[in-house]
C-alpha cells in the first residue's frame, strides 16, 4: 500500500508530535510515525506494575514552552501540570528544605549559615535576570557555523546587542556561567555543603560530567528559566504521568488535522536525487511526502535508516563519530508506605517535592569518578519524588509509586548492559533506604537507564 502526504514525522515522541501538530496547523497533511503502541518516547506513562503508573523514563516537566501551550490549547487536550512544593535534602542527622515559599527558605537557610541567607536573594535575582537574558534563544534556530553565508548570523544579533547592553556586572556573570564548574561559581556565593551540593545538582543533572567539570554553570541556569502558568523556577508534575503530556499533545496534533500513528515502525528513509522522499514501514506500507522530518537520533536517523552509500562519506564518518554519552538511570518502585526518614519522622509535606540525595560536593564529584571509568556509581547522586502524593491517581489507594532519578548510569557501561547489571542500579537506592525507617517494597521494575 501507498500513500502520499505533505510531511512524515518520524517518531511519536513529544517533540516528534510538536513538529507534527505545527506542521498540520500550517496546513500540510501530515502523518506522524510511532513504532511503539503508546505515544511519548522517553515522555511517557505506562502501568509496569500492575496498578501502579510511572513516568517510565522523564518525570518533571518545567521546560515546556509556555508559546507551545498557549498556540496548541494544550490544557484543553487535557494537558495539566500540578506543582512540585521544593527540594528536601535528608542527611544523617538533620537535613536542608528549600520551598517554594521564598520566605520559609531561607529561614531554613539562614538555620545553616547567616551569610548564605543573604547571599540567596541576591543570587537568586541575578539568575533570575540571567535567565532572562539567556531564554530567547530557546527558540532560535541554531546558526550554521561551519557555513559561509553571513546571513546565518542574523539571528544571533539581537542576542549579541542585548549583551552589549547587560550591566558589567552581568556581563562578567554570564562569562562566568559559560566557563566555570557548578560547584566553583556556587561557592563564590554559598558555603553551607547540603546547600552546595543540592543546588549544583541542577548543573549536572543529564550531562556526562561532574560538579567541577568546567560549562556545567551555565546548566544551572536551565532551572531558573523553568516556567508553569507563569511562574519562573517552577516545576512540575504532569497530572497522569509525562505521557499526559505526550497524549495532550497528540490530541492537540489530531485537532489540526495531522494522522497519528501507532505501532508503524519505519524500516528505511527513501531518498531521491539526495532528497528525503519518503519510508518503507516495516510492514512494506511505502508513503511519500516533499517533507520527512526525523526526531530519531542522529545514528538511526543517517545510518540505520538510510541505505548504504546515500550519504557523502565525510558526513558518514562525522555521524558514525558522534558519541552518545548518557549519564542518567531511572529506578521506578511501587510502594506500599512512605519512607520514614529519621531527619523528619513520618508523612508530611516534605514527601510532595523532590528528595535530593545530595549531602556534600565530594560526594557529588566522587560519584562521576565512577561514571568517567565506565562504572554505575556506588554511591550516586539521587533525586526521588513520590508522584502519587501529588496524583493519587497513579497508584492504588494506600500505596504509592516512587520515581528514582539516578547519576551515574553511564551509555557506555564497561562490559555493557545486562539484567544483573541493570538490577545493580538499585542497590545504592537500598542502601539509602536503609539510613531510614524505610517502607517495604511490594514490587520492584528492575532499573531502566539512558
Not at 4 to 24: E, K, T
Not at 144 to 150: C, K, Y
Not at 262 to 277: H, S, T
Amino acid at each position: 500500500m501507498s500513500a502520499r502526504y505533505d510531511a512524515i514525522v518520524i517518531g511519536g515522541g513529544h517533540n516528534g508530535l510538536v513538529s507534527a501538530a505545527y506542521l498540520a496547523r500550517a496546513g500540510l497533511k501530515t502523518v506522524v510515525l510511532e513504532s511503539r503502541h503508546v505515544l511519548g518516547g522517553a515522555a511517557v506513562t505506562e502501568e509496569i506494575v500492575p496498578g501502579f503508573r510511572f513516568s517510565v523514563a522523564s518525570y518533571v516537566v518545567s521546560l515546556l514552552r509556555p508559546e507551545i501551550i498557549r498556540e496548541l490549547d494544550l490544557p484543553r487536550h487535557g494537558l495539566d501540570i500540578l506543582p512540585l512544593d521544593g527540594t528536601f535534602t535528608p542527611l544523617d542527622r538533620d537535613y536542608l528544605w528549600r520551598v517554594n515559599d521564598h520566605g520559609r527558605t531561607v529561614r531554613e537557610i539562614r538555620r545553616w549559615s547567616i551569610s548564605d541567607a543573604e547571599a540567596y536573594e541576591e543570587y537568586g535575582q541575578l539568575m533570575v535576570e540571567m535567565a532572562r537574558f539567556i531564554k530567547p534563544i530557546l527558540s532560535l534556530v541554531p546558526p550554521d557555523l561551519t557555513g559561509n553565508d553571513p546571513r546565518e548570523l542574523v539571528s544571533v544579533l539581537p542576542l549579541l546587542r542585548a549583551f552589549r547592553e547587560l550591566p558589567q556586572k552581568q556581563q562578567a556573570v554570564f562569562v562566568q556561567l559559560m566557563t566555570m564548574s557548578a560547584a566553583d561559581f556556587l561557592e563564590q556565593w554559598f558555603e553551607t555543603q547540603p546547600l552546595l551540593a543540592t543546588m549544583s545538582a541542577s548543573g549536572i543533572i543529564g550531562t556526562f560530567q561532574g560538579v567541577r567539570s568546567p560549562g556545567t554553570a551555565y546548566v544551572l541556569l536551565h532551572h531558573y528559566m523553568g516556567e508553569i502558568d507563569g511562574a519562573f523556577r517552577a516545576w512540575g508534575i504532569p497530572k497522569g504521568g509525562t505521557g499526559g503530556v505526550s497524549e495532550s499533545i497528540g490530541r492537540a496534533a489530531d485537532a489540526q488535522g495531522a494522522e497519528v500513528r501507532r505501532e508503524a515502525p519505519v524500516e528505511r528513509i527513501l531518498v531521491k536525487e539526495g532528497r528525503a522522499v519518503g519510508v518503507v514501514l516495516k510492514n512494506g506500507d511505502e508513503l511519500y511526502a516533499d517533507t520527512v522530518v526525523s526526531t530519531a537520533d542522529v545514528r538511526r536517523t543517517f545510518i540505520d535508516l538510510l541505505e548504504p552509500g546515500t550519504l557523502d562519506p565525510e558526513f558518514e564518518r562525522q555521524v558514525r563519530n558522534f558519541k552518545f554519552r548518557g549519564s542518567s538511570g531511572k529506578v521506578n518502585i511501587a510502594v506500599d508506605r512512605l519512607p520514614d526518614f529519621t531527619a523528619i519522622p513520618g508523612e508530611g509535606e516534605h514527601l510532595r517535592g523532590a528528595i535530593s540525595f545530595s549531602p556534600n560536593l565530594d560526594y557529588m564529584e566522587q560519584a562521576y569518578d565512577d561514571a568517567k571509568y565506565g562504572q554505575i556509581s556506588k554511591r550516586p547522586y539521587i533525586d526521588m519524588i513520590f508522584p502519587s502524593m501529588i496524583d493519587p491517581d497513579m497508584a492504588p489507594p494506600g500505596h504509592h509509586v516512587m520515581s528514582c532519578f539516578v547519576q551515574y548510569a553511564p551509555y557506555d557501561l564497561e562490559g555493557g548492559w545486562t539484567d544483573q547489571r541493570r538490577d545493580e542500579l538499585g542497590e545504592p537506592l537500598a542502601r539509602e533506604e536503609g539510613k531510614t525507617r524505610t517502607a517495604s517494597n511490594k514490587a520492584r521494575r528492575p532499573a531502566r537507564h539512558s
